[in-house]
């Protein structure tokens, strides 16, 4: 009876390392699909025109009608006067830097300013950069495009975005120039960079483009007000370089392909007395 007892003891400590080691496993695969990220990559099953099959909450990325981006086309675009120059009311700010795998992030933690929009204030929250553009004008994809992202407090987002070609190094990315190196290789972690002044971001010119649309990047949600302006300015090979580092896969972009217009209306602001 003692040796039954034994072998029954024996065949239920072998059950449940079974189903502990199953378990263990079915996680195990969670968590990598939970920690990967999605891809720029054409060819990858996590590629951009795959985006809205990855989860159920990502489908606005394939099926939604007002994506981002889009090609500014001036033949397009509905010159208009009555939009007003765009103030930033901003202030400095402490902020972050994470390499987040597939752009640099920089976030303002405490209040950082804001700007208004068709009497909407949009708060300041945090600059990222995609190489190359993500908008194009007039058919013509720049080097890099940075965006600034305020978000309401009902939730709506407005984008500012800033559209560079190579020359020049840009003054704020040189400002950044020491943490973003010390960031290049590391992902996912977020370095303290003190206090940053998000004025000392040049936008060169009160032209500007305006449409609604949506993020660039997964859940691709619908929310968002588009302001890219019209000056194209200028960043050094150095610093296209260092943000380029945060591309994770062998694309060596973090630029979304272009988007359809549909029915959109583009509008391009010249202030009345240009």
Same mark, same amino acid.
């Given at each position: ?15 449940? /390392? ?58 397009? +675009? ?16 402490? +902020? ?47 080097? /890099? ?23 020049? +190094? ?29 004025? /000392? ?74």
């Amino acid at each position: 009876m003692e040796k039954i007892t034994s072998i029954f003891t024996l065949i239920l400590v072998m059950i449940l /390392l079974s189903a502990s080691s199953k378990y263990y496993t079915t996680s195990s695969k969670e968590l990598e699909y939970e920690e990967e990220y999605f891809s720029y990559d054409e060819d990858s099953e996590r590629g951009p025109a795959r985006w809205g099959d990855i989860r159920e909450e990502w489908s606005m990325c394939k099926k939604g009608r007002m994506q981002s981006p889009i090609d500014l086309s001036n033949e397009r +675009a509905e010159m208009v006067s009555h939009l007003g120059i765009l103030k930033r009311i901003y202030r400095p700010s402490n +902020a972050t830097l994470i390499n987040k795998g597939h752009a640099m992030q920089l976030s303002w933690k405490d209040y950082a300013g804001s700007i208004e929009i068709k009497e909407t204030k949009y708060e300041l929250q945090q600059c990222h950069w995609h190489s190359p553009s993500e908008h194009t004008i007039n058919g013509t994809r720049f080097d /890099l495009e940075a965006h600034l992202v305020h978000k309401s407090k009902s939730g709506k987002i407005a984008v500012i975005s800033i559209i560079y070609k190579l020359g020049h +190094a840009d003054s704020f990315l040189t400002r950044l120039k020491e943490d973003l190196i010390n960031i290049k290789d590391t992902l996912e972690i977020e370095r303290t960079v003190g206090i940053v002044d998000p004025r /000392l971001i040049e936008i060169g010119s009160h032209k500007y483009y305006r449409y609604h649309g949506s993020l660039t990047t997964p859940p691709c949600n619908e929310t968002v007000t588009w302001t890219v302006t019209n000056k194209v300015m200028t960043v050094s090979r150095e610093q296209l370089k260092v943000l380029r580092k945060a591309i994770h896969d062998k694309s060596g972009s973090n630029a979304r392909p272009l988007q359809s217009i549909n029915a959109r209306t583009i509008q391009f602001y010249t202030p009345e007395d240009y």
